[in-house]
């Protein structure tokens, strides 16, 4: 089955999310609920299962290699877009900064990773935390400045604790006992049903008359389109293994990224520009994903 193939299949469960938010069988308690649970239990568990995996040194490095890529991509995006929109009001420029440089990596991201290669998650992880690391310290900053920097949201993030035992597991050789393992695989294995369905749920509210402002089909854009071809002609011929550029590319292919509406809420952004602004970007990638899956041949 082709990459785009795969890619269709799981956003025909986002359909399915879609139909039951209309339905009413997700109501804001549930979607509250099911998405604690995937953020804190689900994804982790995940993470530490798929980086059983035995040692290897050329895996060790190209991990470090996207770990330090991603770290870079992302810090660009940051920087190019607080120029782009330089001319916005603060509040809505750190929002629009923030959509730019922070893709859905994780919550969409694991999904779509473990549907065209499995083996390539070990990567995917090394992405997600240049992810946590840099929203939660740069990110952060562009809304009310260096004073708001929190490297312990950093560091008790379970995604980050998470890769870190991942790490640890697969840099020190250890096998997990059959019955954990696959107690973990069961449990993990619900993060990728339950993540495309609650992203059908965020997409099904999104009326024409909340978009008459520009800069979210601008912010669509850049996040769907620009920044994963900018990122796909910069790293081919870097002669790197596919499993590197291959990961990031798909990942920064993912649409804007849900915790910067809550930052936006928590650190004085524009909240409800980046919440309708994730919730497009979101619906259009139902499109731009599998046709950018089409790229990797």
């Not at 490095?61 to 810090?75: C, D, E, Q, R």
């Not at 952060?140 to 950093?154: E, P, T």
Request: aromatic share 10%.
């Amino acid at each position: 089955m082709s990459i785009a193939s795969q890619v269709v299949i799981l956003f025909l469960v986002v359909l399915v999310g879609a139909l039951c938010r209309k339905l009413r069988f997700f109501t804001d308690e549930t979607i509250r609920g099911v998405t604690q649970l995937v953020v804190n239990i689900t994804l982790p568990v995940l993470t530490v299962y798929n980086m059983q995996r035995p040692f290897e040194t050329r895996v060790l490095i190209n991990f470090l290699l996207t770990l330090g890529l991603s770290i870079v991509a992302i810090l660009a995006a940051l920087l190019g877009s607080l120029f782009l929109f330089r001319s916005r009001p603060h509040d809505k420029r750190a929002v629009l900064a923030n959509l730019e440089g922070f893709s859905n990596s994780g919550f969409m991201g694991y999904p779509i990773i473990l549907a065209v290669n499995p083996d390539w998650m070990i990567y995917a992880v090394a992405y997600n935390i240049a992810f946590v690391f840099v929203t939660w310290t740069v990110g952060v900053s562009l809304f009310q400045g260096r004073q708001n920097i929190s490297l312990k949201r950093v560091l008790l993030n379970p995604n980050v604790i998470s890769a870190f035992i991942g790490f640890a597991v697969f840099c020190l050789n250890i096998t997990l006992p059959d019955i954990l393992s696959q107690t973990m695989s069961l449990v993990g294995g619900l993060t990728t049903p339950l993540s495309m369905l609650l992203i059908g749920t965020r997409v099904c509210g999104i009326r024409p008359g909340d978009l008459k402002d520009k800069d979210y089909h601008i912010a669509a854009a850049l996040r769907l389109i620009a920044l994963p071809l900018l990122a796909l002609l910069l790293l081919r011929p870097l002669h790197l293994d596919d499993c590197v550029w291959r990961t990031i590319y798909l990942l920064t292919a993912m649409p804007c990224g849900t915790l910067t509406a809550m930052q936006a809420e928590l650190y004085g952004g524009d909240s409800r520009f980046a919440a309708r602004a994730i919730a497009y970007s979101t619906l259009l990638s139902l499109a731009t994903v599998p046709v950018m899956s089409l790229l990797l041949g």
